[in-house]
């Protein structure tokens, strides 16, 4: 036995070569499995300080959003000062919000996001919901818009003052979900390239806008900001769908809980690092669209096909074309971001018995999570086929805020019913209630001051999760299971994948 355990942490296969298939109860220990645990839970090894921490706040919440939400966020306001202020408002709550799962996140050290402080706070059935919601709604939809305007920007230089064609919008869309998924379901690693190349594009272009904007504030164009409050539209349905638009670019925010393992000190470098960046985005955010008032009104803004390439045309021309390269870079880098940690989620749910096994599977070969990856590009493109950009981000906030405000009021139950688990770093108890009050508003306004079938329809939705969990997850109905294990074990021949569990042990 001894010999055998030297053998198998050296990584050494003890079968015979002999051409004969030999089965073994014991898992092979090779190199994979390290780089498998790599994926299903970031390297123990890897050591961030506090300006690695805030660079990485800045990147994974920058993307899509600043070049597509500045239209959407103005409709609904009217005005470019309450456009701005509604900027800065998302960026404030964003923050608060950061700071209470940075709490949840010290407290509850279990990979999934919202999953396990759910599970935790109030029991399987909302753990389960989250997930069926993010499985099926919140994360192919995010993926699926960012994609739409990776689209929209790499074919507006080719269609000049109009709209290009939805149909080339949406192939193009297509496109690009597949060759994500193709890349991030054959290799971590060339999707890790990737992604650090796409990000440092990202921050080329938000530079050149920021620059060129101060520049021309500097020259004095500031016609577009007098009266800036006049006219504006003040509603409690506008103002929530204006912040729905706005936090959608600021969406990244609940996923900074995920470095504490990774940072030095992090029970101080978490915090401050969520302190600094998520303001230092929202002063990038705020100064672009600065940017973009100092060459466009109101009007001219609302009727842009893409804001930055209009911003690139007015201002840099004749090398006004590196803006809507740059842009596509930046969205494709995001939409490549979301399908990197796709795995994550499905891996926990999957572990728990809440979602079909299959889907928390690993390639044996390629070490990627292929089976969540590939299942979260059909249904993006499923939701490329009706849906557009506004309509798809109003509708993924709806759904994605009532998660995040039952979240945050779990912290507020665990302070009452889980006095025993440490807190390392705790908030203020009147942050959790600011943020929750603010998530039930903004779940609740659009319903009660602009009601929409869309909006029963995405609840219902949600509660029809409730009829999966009570067939196949409470009483785990026999013939169900008769079904989906021959259907798991064909997938597994097909796609060469196995229970993560088998991998990392």
């Known amino acids: 036995m001894g010999e055998e355990n030297v053998r198998k942490r050296k990584g050494k296969d003890t079968r015979e070569e002999d051409g004969q298939s030999v089965q073994s109860n014991e898992p092979q220990t090779t190199n994979l499995q390290k780089q498998a645990i790599f994926f299903i839970s970031l390297p123990q090894c890897a050591r961030v300080g506090l300006i690695s921490g805030i660079c990485m706040i800045v990147g994974t919440i920058i993307g899509s959003g600043i070049f597509i939400s500045p239209k959407s966020v103005l409709a609904n306001v009217g005005t470019v000062g309450a456009c701005l202020t509604i900027w800065a408002a998302c960026g404030v709550l964003a923050t608060l919000g950061a700071l209470c799962f940075a709490e949840l996140g010290t407290m509850i050290t279990k990979s999934g996001g919202e999953y396990p402080y759910l599970m935790e706070a109030f029991g399987p059935i909302p753990a389960y919901l989250f997930s069926w919601t993010s499985l099926l709604v919140t994360k192919p939809s995010s993926f699926a818009i960012i994609c739409l305007s990776f689209a929209e920007y790499a074919s507006a230089p080719f269609y000049p003052g109009c709209d290009p064609p939805q149909v080339v919008i949406k192939c193009l869309a297509a496109a690009a ?37 101060i520049v021309l504030l500097a020259q004095g164009k500031t016609d577009n900001f007098k009266d800036s409050f006049k006219d504006s539209k003040v509603s ?58 100092t060459v466009m009104t109101s009007t001219e803004l609302l009727q842009s096909q893409a804001v930055a390439v209009t911003f690139g045309d007015r201002v840099l021309y004749p090398a006004s074309w590196i803006v809507p390269l740059f842009v596509a870079f930046s969205t ?72 995040y405000g039952l979240t945050v009021f779990a912290l507020i139950v665990m302070r009452f019913t889980r006095k025993e688990l440490k807190r390392p770093i705790r908030v203020p108890i009147v942050i959790p209630v600011i943020v929750t009050l603010v998530s039930l508003l903004l779940v609740l306004a659009p319903i009660i001051s602009a009601p929409e079938l869309p909006y029963l329809y995405c609840v219902l939705f949600i509660l029809s999760g409730l009829v999966f969990y009570v067939l196949f997850v409470h009483f785990k109905f026999h013939w169900a299971q008769k079904i989906s294990k021959p259907v798991t074990m064909h997938l597994q021949m097909l796609m060469e994948v196995v229970p993560a569990e088998q991998v990392a042990e």
């Open 332 to 403: 494709i880098g995001s939409a490549n971001g979301t399908c990197f940690t796709a795995g994550r989620l499905v891996y926990v749910a999957g572990r728990e018995g809440h979602m079909l096994k299959v889907l928390s599977y690993i390639s044996v070969k390629r070490l990627t999570p292929a089976p969540a990856i590939i299942f979260y590009g059909i249904i993006a493109i499923i939701y490329i086929i009706p849906g557009d950009i506004e309509t798809l981000i109003n509708y993924f906030s709806f759904a994605v805020w009532i998660f």
């Open 177 to 213: 979900i597949v060759v994500i998924t193709i890349v991030n379901s054959l290799s971590v690693k060339l999707g890790s390239y990737l992604q650090n190349f796409l990000t440092a594009t990202k921050m080329i272009i938000v530079t050149v806008i920021i620059v060129s904007g």
């Open 236 to 293: 409690v349905s506008s103002i929530s769908l204006a912040f729905y638009n706005g936090l959608w670019a600021y969406d990244g925010w609940n996923q900074l809980n995920y470095i504490t393992e990774e940072l030095k000190n992090p029970y101080r470098n978490l915090p401050l690092s969520i302190i600094i960046g998520i303001p230092l985005v929202t002063v990038c955010y705020v100064l672009m669209n600065i940017s973009y008032f």
